[in-house]
C-alpha cells in the first residue's frame, strides 16, 4: 500500500513538472513569436539629418557669410528653472530696411514638434535659396528677386530646442518640449479643452496658456514682427491648413477665401492636387485646442495663418516614429525638400505680385484703410499695450461702441443731408422767376 501511494505520488510531482515545461516552452515561443511580429525601429538616418547643434552651426555660418540679407539673434526665457531658447533668422534683401513696414512680412517655424526633424532640414534649404547658395531649377531668377525685394522673412529653424535634443538623445517618439508639454497644445485659444480621444502624453497643454518659455518668445516675436503670412511647418501627412484646428469649420468672409484659393493653388502647382486642403479641425480627424495657428489669426489677427504638413509615411507603424515623420531614404528626402521650397517660393511671389498690385493701384498706403471694426480693435490694444493692462476688457462693450459708432456716423450722414436741403430751397426762394 505504501509503494503504490509512492508510486501515485512520484506521478504526480513527474506530471506537474511536465506541465510546468510545457507552459514555460508555450510562453518562450509566443514571445520570441511577438518579438519577431513586431516592425523593426527606424533610427535616424545620419547621412540625411544634421543634429541640431549641426544644423545651427550650418545656419550661423550660413547668416556670416551673407550679412547684407541674413541677420540671426538668439532669445532666452526662463520659468521655473526650465530654460529655453529661440533663434531666429531674418532675410531682408537690404538689411537696413528691416523694419520697413511698408514691406510684406511672413514669419515662418519649424520643428514645434521636436520628432519632426524633417521641417528643420525645409528652413536650411529655405535660407540657403535665399542667400543664392542653392536655387530652385524650375523658378525664374528674375522675377523671384523681384518678389524677394518687397518682403521681410523671419524663420524659427528650431522652435523646441529642448524636445528635439531628447529625440537625438533616442526618444524618437517625442515630440513635447523639455519638460513634457506639447507647444502646440500651449497657447490661449480654446486652452485645455480635452476631447474623447485625448491622450496626455501626445497633448499635454501645460499648466496654463504660455506657460512654457518657448511659447513665450514666439508670442513675443509675433507680436513685435506683426507679420502678413504666418506658417507653422510639421509632418505627418501632406496637407495645407487654415484656420481653425478647434472646431470643424473656416473662418467667414473675403479673407478666408483668399486663404482657400492660395492653397489650392499652391496645391495645385506643387503638390499635385493630393494635399489635404481645409482647416485643420475639419481635415486632419481631430480637433486640436490651444494651436498656434488659432491664436495668430484669431488674437494676434495676422491676415493668413497657416500649417503645412510636408511628409507623412501612413504605412508605417504608429511605433515606428522616425520613419512615420521623416523621409528615410535619399530620393524621398530631396524631393519633399525641392517640392516644398518651391511651394513657399511660390507663396513669395504671389503675395509679393498682390501687393505691387495695391501699391500700383492706390496712391497711397493701403495699410491706413481699415474698417470700423479693425480700426476699433486696434485703437483699443494700442492703448491696452501702452498702459500694460489685460486684453479681456477689450470685448466689454464693444459691439455696443460699434453700434453706437455707426449710428452717430448714419446720424451725421442724415443732419448733413437736411441742412443741404434747407440751403437749396432758401436759395431757390431768392432766384428770379423766369418764362418760357
Not at 512654457?212 to 495645407?240: C, D, Y
Not at 495645385?268 to 481635415?283: E, I, K, N, P
Request: with cysteine; proline share 4%; net charge negative.
Amino acid at each position: 500500500m505504501e509503494f503504490n501511494t509512492y508510486r501515485i505520488r512520484r506521478f504526480i510531482s513527474l506530471s506537474f513538472l511536465l506541465l510546468l515545461s510545457c507552459l514555460f516552452s508555450i510562453c518562450c515561443s509566443s514571445d520570441d513569436d511577438s518579438s519577431q511580429q513586431l516592425p523593426p525601429i527606424t533610427p535616424i538616418n545620419r547621412d540625411l539629418y544634421h543634429t541640431s547643434d549641426a544644423l545651427m552651426e550650418e545656419i550661423e555660418a550660413l547668416v556670416n557669410r551673407h550679412q547684407d540679407r541674413l541677420h540671426m539673434e538668439t532669445f532666452r526665457s526662463t520659468n521655473k528653472g526650465y530654460h529655453a531658447e529661440l533663434n531666429v533668422v531674418t532675410y531682408c534683401r537690404n538689411r537696413t530696411a528691416i523694419e520697413d513696414k511698408s514691406k510684406f512680412r511672413i514669419l515662418l517655424s519649424f520643428g514645434q514638434h521636436s520628432r519632426e526633424l524633417i521641417t528643420s532640414e525645409l528652413a536650411l534649404r529655405i535660407l540657403s535659396i535665399l542667400s543664392e547658395e542653392q536655387f530652385l531649377p524650375k523658378m525664374d531668377p528674375l522675377l523671384l528677386n523681384k518678389a524677394l525685394e518687397k518682403i521681410v522673412i523671419k524663420v524659427v529653424p528650431v522652435e523646441n530646442l529642448n524636445g528635439r535634443k531628447k529625440v537625438e538623445a533616442g526618444d524618437l517618439c517625442e515630440r513635447r518640449n523639455g519638460r513634457g508639454v506639447d507647444l502646440n497644445r500651449n497657447w490661449s485659444v480654446d486652452w485645455g479643452k480635452k476631447e474623447k480621444d485625448f491622450d496626455p502624453y501626445e497633448e499635454n497643454p501645460g499648466t496654463g496658456p504660455f506657460s512654457e518659455p518657448e511659447a513665450q518668445l514666439m508670442r513675443k516675436l509675433s507680436t513685435s514682427f506683426e507679420p502678413h503670412i504666418w506658417v507653422n511647418v510639421h509632418s505627418g501627412m501632406e496637407a495645407l491648413f487654415m484656420p481653425y484646428d478647434h472646431k470643424n469649420t473656416t473662418p467667414p468672409g473675403l479673407q478666408s477665401q483668399k486663404m482657400r484659393m492660395m492653397l489650392e493653388t499652391l496645391n495645385h502647382l506643387h503638390c499635385g492636387d493630393r494635399c489635404v486642403v481645409g482647416s485643420g479641425g475639419g481635415s486632419v480627424g481631430y480637433l486640436a485646442h490651444g494651436t498656434t495657428t488659432d491664436y495668430m489669426f484669431d488674437v494676434a489677427r495676422v491676415p493668413m495663418a497657416f500649417t503645412f504638413e510636408i511628409y507623412g509615411d501612413e504605412k508605417a507603424s504608429s511605433r515606428d516614429c522616425f520613419k512615420m515623420f521623416n523621409p528615410v531614404d535619399h530620393s524621398t528626402f530631396n524631393r519633399v525638400l525641392n517640392e516644398w521650397s518651391a511651394t513657399f517660393f511660390a507663396m513669395f511671389n504671389m503675395e509679393a505680385h498682390e501687393m505691387n498690385d495695391l501699391q500700383e493701384s492706390t496712391p497711397f498706403n493701403m495699410e491706413h484703410l481699415v474698417s470700423i471694426d479693425d480700426y476699433l480693435n486696434g485703437y483699443l490694444i494700442e492703448r491696452k499695450n501702452r498702459y500694460g493692462q489685460k486684453k479681456e476688457f477689450i470685448d466689454l462693450g464693444l459691439q455696443e461702441i460699434r453700434t453706437y459708432f455707426r449710428l452717430f456716423l448714419l446720424s451725421s450722414v442724415m443732419l448733413m443731408f437736411m441742412f443741404c436741403s434747407r440751403i437749396a430751397k432758401s436759395n431757390r426762394s431768392h432766384l428770379p422767376s423766369i418764362s418760357l
